[in-house]
């Protein structure tokens, strides 16, 4: 489960200084940019999904920086520390958490990911920073929502990112999506992702419909989104939050129409694609 909890502003708490390994996020110089199928190390997996992320996509290079944990209990004082959450509920996360941004860093469970591949925790990553690069362009430690925009997105660069790197097909990694989500809503039906606006309800709603019916489906809906309006008009839309904290307002000058003209364009694409 990808967690992304900087919406939290509550006060900063106690905590004790976390050791980790920290890489700042920069530009990479053009020669240190190895194979992504050679990554071996966060360093040059990092400097890779940045460069994809400025040279072909026109983001930003992410404020902030990366913080590799060692143990779960340095990643519960990172969640404190970063997060701003109370400390019950940085332990509950240390535990299965892989990843998190706060405050324009991202912080690794170590333990946690070492099981995943390079390409795989390059992918957890790029979703990651991309959460960065969206605090980035709203200048803003924190975006409370839309929760389905800001995960879709994540989820929409993280496989453009590993496609341009060499390591899935977007295309293939979208088709097998498409066939995920026609399954559920035949069985269980779709959660309707436009209504999920806070974090608290973005949790509540994967933990009802699980990951396969969350995540992919925000894919989804982004994708239609870019393809309807643009990956600029994306970048504007979080843009927008610099000036107001409008959603709905920064939808519309963003995206030229009404959230609910998108909604209705969006449920008949999603019928489409996935079955009435």
Partial sequence: MRLWWSVFVAPMLWYSQASAEELSFRMPPQAEVVDARRIADYRQAVDAIVQVMVTKFDLPVPRGSLQVYTSREEFEEGLIRYLKVERAVAHSASEFSKAAVGSYTLLVNAPQVAGLTWPERIELM??????????????????????????????????????????????????????????????????????????????????????????????????????????????????????SQDPLANFRNAFGEEPEAFDRALQAHLDKLLGG
């Fill in 126 to 243: 790029a979703h990651e920073l991309t959460h960065n690069v969206q605090l980035t362009l709203a200048n803003r430690p924190g975006i409370a929502r839309p929760q389905w925009l800001i995960e879709g997105f994540a989820e929409w660069m993280a496989f453009n990112v590993t496609d341009a790197l060499g390591l899935d097909d977007v295309a293939a990694a979208r088709e097998r999506m498409i066939r995920t989500l026609r399954g559920l809503r035949a069985k269980q039906g779709l959660p309707r992702l436009i209504a999920v606006d806070t974090f608290a309800d973005w949790v509540e709603t994967r933990r009802k419909y699980g990951f396969d019916a969350t995540y992919p489906l925000a894919f989804v809906m982004t994708d239609f989104l870019v393809q309807r309006h643009s990956l600029a008009a994306v970048k504007r839309f979080f843009e927008a939050f610099r000036r």
